[in-house]
């Protein structure tokens, strides 16, 4: 790039940003609703725009959406459009140190001024911060005659610290000084020393100020139009290494407004985030876990044609689907419209789904079966699986989205957990930031650490928001954070190199222990049957505890809460086809 630039040549550096994608797309959305807006031309004095940014509430926001440049806005309290530009300028590490003093002066809590009355105007929006490149190179033109060529020689030089460079600046710098201000030469070499420190970590304004309105754009789309915005913002995280955890958190956000989340459909549009009549944001099926973009392109072709029942569906789609991705299609809700309800659909697939693929395949190759019109081929055949249970249904619809939407987990102990102080993360994500605070949860993802010390840190959640945690592996109880349990934990904030963080204090116990009862560990292989278990529970003793089904391989699953487990019963369950282990 040097010898391009010593050749005379300009260079430019062209940046691609899925955010101007992301601006574009809900322009498109707010368009098929009759809304004909132009984000670029949107006024640049919305406070909503800027509140919400105060607020701490930037998910999907350009440039404000992490912990501590978050944390940063709040303190500043983002008022005005040229506040956006200094956070994008100030929040890189070198000049973050100046945010508090920038924020104290802002509020009137600090007086500022500058090193020189010359400066006053230069540093004026700035709270006598030089934030800017630009700002060093006016600095040098005020108070030593430059040109802006020779400024701008002067700015390169500090930021490379060529040595021979800046000795020769320091010299034009401090006569300048004499001989257009009268500048003694001491203090002009002070100023010299305080304008080299600011343009070491000096940001071109114009860079900022382009990505400040891009910031200003999408805080704005989100205060005005929250649901086209998070839907738009939910498909630009299609395709990205974090699409899951991006998606789940744009949900969470979109709860915390009262948007509606709804399960996918098999639709001409369904391979995009959608807002429906209602306002709330339909899920694409593109962000439905393994079913891949052929299936999802066939399945939005054949929903022009029309699906009269799930065996039409089967034919229609010609053998492009597995039973393993049609099972997603179940769980996330797309089948809802076949199938009086989850559960009888992802059995019904799970017993007959090879069947009916079979004959769909010879009739597309012009043979006729046997039974092709025997009605018990439909769903009958899923009579011989094991029954399906709630519990089964939100993991795997959990495990196809990265949360549910149709319920939670914990919905059914927030009462209970309530009458013992314990909250939901929604509920205390405030609060701990003032004080320790129980919280049940349910473990969504758990990352372990390196080294003897490592340490773990997890996503918690609850139907509202969600929230990253961690703790050292040696903390008593750590053991048992693992993905998909519920769980009762003690946590508190801290704040580390500028970031809020949160820490596991105490690992309390699980959702059910804190709320009464046992739980039973029953470890099964795969001869174990659920009918068989589910006889034996129906002659057992009600009561407050349950038992933990954990195969070795695969999803675990719980009973409820309703039965007495004695001796006698694990006695009988241990001696139950397949069962491995029955510990308490």
């Not at 709040?74 to 530009?85: A, C, L, P």
């Not at 699409?243 to 098999?266: D, N, S, T, W």
């Not at 204090?505 to 099964?524: A, K, P, S, Y």
């Amino acid at each position: 790039m040097k010898s391009v630039e010593n050749a005379g040549l300009v260079k430019f550096d062209f940046l691609a940003l899925s955010t101007l994608t992301l601006i574009e797309r809900t322009r498109v959305i707010l368009a098929e609703k009759g809304i004909d807006l132009d984000p670029y031309a949107v006024a640049m004095d919305h406070e909503p725009a800027f509140s919400q940014i105060t607020a701490g509430h930037t998910s999907g926001i350009f440039q404000m959406e992490s912990n501590g440049m978050t944390r940063a806005c709040k303190e500043v309290r983002i008022g005005n459009f040229e506040d956006i530009v200094a956070m994008v300028s100030l929040y890189r590490p070198g000049p973050m140190d100046f945010i508090p003093m920038y924020a104290k002066r802002k509020k009137g809590i600090e007086p500022f001024g500058t090193p020189h009355p010359l400066l006053d105007d230069v540093a004026k929006n700035t709270y006598g911060i030089l934030v800017y490149q630009e700002q060093v190179m006016q600095a040098a033109q005020v108070l030593a005659g430059y040109t802006l060529g020779q400024a701008d020689l002067l700015r390169r030089a500090m930021g490379k610290k060529i040595q021979a460079e800046m000795d020769k600046q320091r010299d034009t710098f401090v006569k300048g000084c004499w001989d257009v201000n009268q500048i003694p030469e001491e203090q002009a070499n002070a100023l010299f020393d305080i304008i080299d420190k600011f343009a070491g970590y000096g940001f071109n304004r114009s860079h900022a100020a382009a990505y400040a309105l891009l910031a200003y754009i999408t805080s704005w789309l989100k205060a005005n139009y929250p649901a086209a915005f998070l839907a738009a913002a939910m498909d630009s995280s299609i395709g990205k290494g974090d699409q899951k955890e991006r998606i789940v958190r744009l949900a969470y956000e979109a709860r915390r407004l009262g948007i509606g989340l709804m399960p996918p459909q098999i639709a001409s549009n369904a391979d995009r985030f959608t807002v429906d009549d209602e306002g709330r944001i339909v899920w694409s099926l593109r962000a439905v876990k393994g079913l891949g973009g052929a299936v999802v392109n066939t399945l939005v072709r054949i929903a022009s044609e029309g699906i009269a029942d799930y065996r039409d569906l089967v034919d229609k789609l010609g053998g492009m689907t597995n039973k393993n991705q049609m099972v997603m299609l179940a769980t996330c809700g797309a089948l809802d419209a076949y199938f009086p309800t989850r559960a009888l659909a992802i059995q019904s697939i799970r017993g007959s789904f090879a069947a009916i693929a079979e004959e769909a395949k010879a009739k597309k190759a012009g043979q006729v079966g046997l039974f092709d019109d025997d009605e018990s081929m439909r769903v009958e055949n899923n009579l011989r699986e094991d029954e399906v249970d709630d519990k089964e249904v939100l993991a795997l619809e959990r495990d196809a989205l990265g949360l549910t939407l149709s319920a939670h987990p914990l919905d059914t102990y927030v009462d209970k957990l309530a009458a013992k102080g314990i909250f939901t993360p929604n509920v205390v994500a405030d609060l701990v930031d003032a004080m320790p605070v129980a919280v049940a949860c349910m473990i969504d993802e758990v990352k372990m650490g390196k080294g003897k010390n490592a340490y773990m840190s997890a996503i918690i959640s609850d139907e509202m928001t969600s929230m990253s945690v961690g703790c050292e592996e040696t903390l008593p109880g750590a053991e048992r954070i693992v993905a998909g349990a519920l769980i009762c934990l003690r946590i508190s904030a801290y704040v580390s190199k500028g970031e809020r963080r949160i820490r596991i204090e105490e690992v309390m116990g699980t959702v059910d222990e804190l709320v009464g009862g046992r739980t039973v560990r029953v470890g099964v292989d795969q001869a174990f049957k659920k009918n068989a278990l589910r006889a034996i529970l129906a002659l057992a003793e009600p009561g407050q505890d349950r038992l933990l089904i954990a195969p070795r391989e695969g999803m675990w699953t719980a009973t409820p809460p309703m039965i007495a487990v004695s001796d006698g019963l694990m006695d009988e369950i241990g001696r139950l086809e397949g069962v491995l282990s029955v510990e308490a």
